[in-house]
């Protein structure tokens, strides 16, 4: 009867252990699940180019700094540079 006992406890035991690295294991898929499958688009702005850029052009400083990596002033001064030498411009610029 002692044997069935202790037996029953040693398989109790193992019995935690087990549902315990279950548990570890839940909670990695899950923070795994979350941080890499369930992405939304961040960027999903349906403007045509021309108006986003105009956009960005007549939004904040920074925000202007951070799409083109240039100031607003600096962009302008390109665009003028690339047509002096022989872009051509089209309708919207």
């Given at each position: 009867?002692?044997?069935?006992?202790?037996?029953?406890?040693?398989?109790?035991?193992?019995d935690?252990?087990?549902?315990?690295?279950a548990?570890?294991?839940?909670v990695?898929?899950?923070?795994?699940a979350i941080?890499?499958?369930?992405?939304?688009?961040?960027?999903?702005?349906?403007?045509?180019?021309?108006?986003?850029?105009?956009e960005?052009l007549q939004g904040?400083?920074?925000?202007?700094?951070?799409?083109?990596?240039?100031e607003?002033?600096?962009?302008?001064?390109?665009?003028?540079?690339?047509?002096?030498?022989?872009?051509?411009p089209?309708?919207?610029m």
């Amino acid at each position: 009867m002692n044997d069935l006992l202790e037996q029953f406890k040693s398989n109790t035991c193992e019995d935690d252990e087990l549902i315990e690295q279950a548990s570890y294991l839940a909670v990695f898929i899950g923070k795994y699940a979350i941080k890499n499958l369930c992405k939304e688009s961040c960027r999903t702005n349906k403007q045509t180019r021309h108006a986003w850029v105009q956009e960005v052009l007549q939004g904040h400083l920074i925000r202007c700094y951070e799409m083109f990596r240039m100031e607003k002033n600096i962009f302008y001064k390109l665009c003028y540079e690339l047509a002096d030498q022989g872009l051509k411009p089209t309708n919207c610029m």
